[in-house]
């Protein structure tokens, strides 16, 4: 079993930046692949980006291709989201995830077996 606690979230101007970091516990995080999803108030939970257990497979949503970049090391057990020129609709709650499935990396959140209790982003205009 993997326990997952996101950090790093707050408040930013529009083109700021933020680093969120998902601490997981249990010796076999480096077996998940690790995906990051969020949520604005009155949406649907969406994929935002997802990283293979090597890190050598990543993956993003269209809306964040070229401003987020997501990384892990598998030494601290921690995934990382790096987000810059954010902009008001990147507001919500971010969520870390975990899974072990047959492909390097996925966007679908049933496939995820685990995860984190979210960490608010709130970009102001």
């Known amino acids: 079993q993997v326990q997952l606690v996101e950090s790093g979230g707050g408040l930013v101007q529009a083109g700021g930046s933020l680093r969120l970091s998902c601490a997981a516990s249990?010796?076999?995080?480096?077996?998940?692949?690790m995906g990051w999803f969020r949520q604005a108030l009155g949406k649907e939970r969406e994929f935002v980006a997802a990283i293979s257990w090597s890190g050598a497979n990543r993956a993003y949503a269209d809306s964040v291709k070229g401003r987020f970049t997501i990384s892990r090391d598998n030494a601290k057990n921690t995934v990382y989201l790096q987000m810059n020129s954010l902009n008001p609709e990147d507001t919500a709650v971010y969520y870390c995830?975990?899974?072990?499935?047959?492909?390097?990396?996925?966007?679908?959140?049933?496939?995820?077996?685990?995860w984190g209790q979210g960490t608010q982003v709130t970009v102001s205009s």
């Open positions: 249990g010796r076999t995080f480096s077996s998940y692949s």
């Open positions: 995830a975990a899974t072990i499935g047959a492909l390097p990396v996925t966007h679908r959140t049933y496939e995820y077996h685990y």
